[in-house]
């Protein structure tokens, strides 16, 4: 099967990398190892290659109102130089993506996609698109490097031409990187402070190298960017949210703005009126051994659910995982079994977030 490169295919190989398909892209697993890079990140600062992401713009005189149309979360609000998080939703409000809005400029929008929804994000973004409003999949020119962990502030302010100091959660500056133009973002998903780095793919090598140039920075690969976002309760698409669920299932009703109009309200307004029939929770597991998606929940002997992530929590020393069940076993302490063929383990519903010690909201 052929499988997509980013521009830093090399240095990861170069690094010793082992390799993985991820959606159809040839990413790095890890360098180190997962544990070592994600306590890395955790206490200093890691950089990550997040190249197959997608970045459309989306221009015109109503492209705010198309967005806000579009998207969950209100976007008419969003001043320039702010990003918001949220949903595409189809007409049943099931979870087309999940993704971030950028305001470049008052008519300008930047829009970042997971890289498994990239294609049919665009078709039907382009689909609902009023007339002089146009969209444009820069991805191809566009390279995104994430810098996360509690120093990164320090190391990314020795590297760019603009104060880091000020810069809120969710907000956003351009500048130059050693020269090169790049929007800087401060989102993050790892639960730590952190910054992405947006610029011209040709870049890429040149920001990458000089980033690992500083001592204190170590790459970090797919799999402790897994059990970061596990230990923050963050979703990952594909597995915890998709076209089967609902952002009222999920638990995600805190990125939905219902006073105004967008695709898949009613089917939320109706859902929200009847409830949920499942609803995602966290777990803890007695032991550090894991449980991976689709092993089936229970409790008292009764099937009432599915796993849809689950690992080894290095920062906690335990396991844990996210799933759906039905609504009268969400409560934190319910006592659940986790069941794949003769396979069973124990644990119990937790809250969210599991770590809790994140900086990621921390004073710049």
């Not at 994600?38 to 221009?59: A, P, Q």
Request: charged share 25%; hydrophobic share 35%; net charge neutral.
């Amino acid at each position: 099967m052929f499988m997509k490169k980013t521009p830093l295919y090399n240095e990861h190989l170069a690094l010793k990398a082992k390799m993985v398909g991820f959606h159809g892209w040839d990413m790095p697993l890890q360098y180190t190892g997962i544990i070592e890079e994600h306590l890395h990140t955790r206490n200093m600062v890691s950089v990550f290659d997040i190249c197959h992401m997608g970045e459309f713009l989306i221009k015109g005189p109503n492209a705010a109102e198309d967005i806000n149309h579009l998207f969950t979360s209100a976007v008419d609000s969003l001043k320039i130089g702010q990003c918001r998080y949220g949903f595409l939703l189809n007409e049943k409000g099931r979870i087309l993506d999940d993704l971030i809005t950028y305001r470049l400029d008052q008519n300008e929008f930047m829009l970042v996609v997971n890289a498994e929804t990239k294609v049919n994000d665009a078709a039907w973004i382009k689909g609902h698109l009023s007339k002089g409003t146009f969209l444009e999949d820069i991805s191809d020119r566009t390279a995104k490097i994430d810098l996360q962990g509690p120093h990164s502030q320090e190391v990314l302010s020795s590297l760019i031409d603009l104060p880091l100091d000020g810069l809120k959660y969710f907000g956003f500056k351009s500048g130059k990187m050693r020269g090169i133009k790049s929007i800087i973002s401060r989102t993050g998903y790892t639960g730590e402070l952190g910054f992405e780095l947006y610029f011209d793919i040709g870049s890429a090598v040149n920001i990458w190298e000089t980033i690992l140039n500083i001592k204190i920075v170590k790459p970090a690969g797919l799999g402790s960017r897994d059990t970061l976002r596990l230990e923050m309760g963050y979703p990952l698409y594909g597995q915890d949210i998709n076209l089967e669920y609902t952002p009222v299932e999920s638990g995600h009703m805190h990125l939905i703005s219902m006073d105004k109009d967008f695709i898949g309200k009613p089917a939320i307004e109706k859902q929200v009126s009847k409830g949920a029939h499942q609803n995602l929770v966290g777990f803890i597991l007695e032991g550090r051994q894991a449980v991976r998606p689709g092993y089936d929940i229970f409790c008292d002997n009764k099937k009432i659910g599915i796993v849809t992530s689950g690992s080894f929590c290095p920062s906690l020393k335990c396991a844990i995982g996210l799933g759906y069940v039905k609504p009268g076993f969400k409560n934190t302490g319910t006592e659940l079994n986790f069941v794949s063929g003769r396979r069973q383990l124990s644990g119990q519903v937790a809250g969210l977030p599991f770590y809790k010690k994140g900086t990621v909201r921390r004073e710049s």
